[in-house]
C-alpha cells in the first residue's frame, strides 16, 4: 500500500522547535520531490517548503525561511521538516506530498502524487 505517512506533530510553546518527519510506504522517495504544506483553520493551504529528488535544491516560504529546514533520509525513506523559532501563527495542520514531475534545477514538483494525512502542529503558551 502506498502512503505518506506525517509524525512528529504537537503542541509547543512560541519559540520552541518540532521536527516533523514524513515517512513513504510502497514506493521509493528517491525520484520524489517532497513538498511541505500547511492549513490552518479557516485559511487557505499554504506551501511551506519543498526539496527536490536530486540535487538538494531547496525552496522556503517567506513566512518560514531562516526558521524551518526540509532535509531527506533516502536511506530511510523519509523526508523531516526542522522547525525552530516556532510562533503561534505557525499553526496548522502540517501535510508532505511527493511528486514524480519534475524539473531540473526546481526543488518544488510540477505536481503531487501522494499525499499524507497530516499531522497537527499548535504553537501555544
Known amino acids: 500500500q502506498v502512503q505518506l505517512v506525517e509524525s512528529g506533530g504537537g503542541l509547543v510553546q512560541p519559540g520552541g522547535s518540532l521536527r516533523l518527519s514524513c515517512a513513504a510506504s510502497?514506493?521509493?522517495?528517491?525520484?520524489?520531490?517532497i513538498g511541505w504544506f500547511r492549513q490552518a483553520p479557516g485559511k487557505e493551504r499554504e506551501r511551506v517548503s519543498c526539496?527536490?529528488?536530486?540535487?538538494?535544491?531547496?525552496y522556503y516560504a517567506d513566512s518560514v525561511k531562516g526558521r524551518f529546514t526540509i532535509s531527506r533520509d533516502n536511506a530511510k525513506n523519509t523526508v523531516y521538516l526542522q522547525m525552530n523559532s516556532l510562533k503561534p501563527e505557525d499553526t496548522a495542520v502540517y501535510y508532505c506530498a511527493a511528486g514524480s514531475m519534475v524539473v531540473v534545477g526546481m526543488a518544488c514538483p510540477l505536481r503531487y502524487d501522494y499525499w499524507g494525512q497530516g499531522t497537527q502542529v499548535t504553537v501555544s503558551s
Open positions: 526539496i527536490s529528488s536530486s540535487d538538494g535544491s531547496t
Open positions: 510502497g514506493f521509493t522517495l528517491d525520484y520524489y520531490a
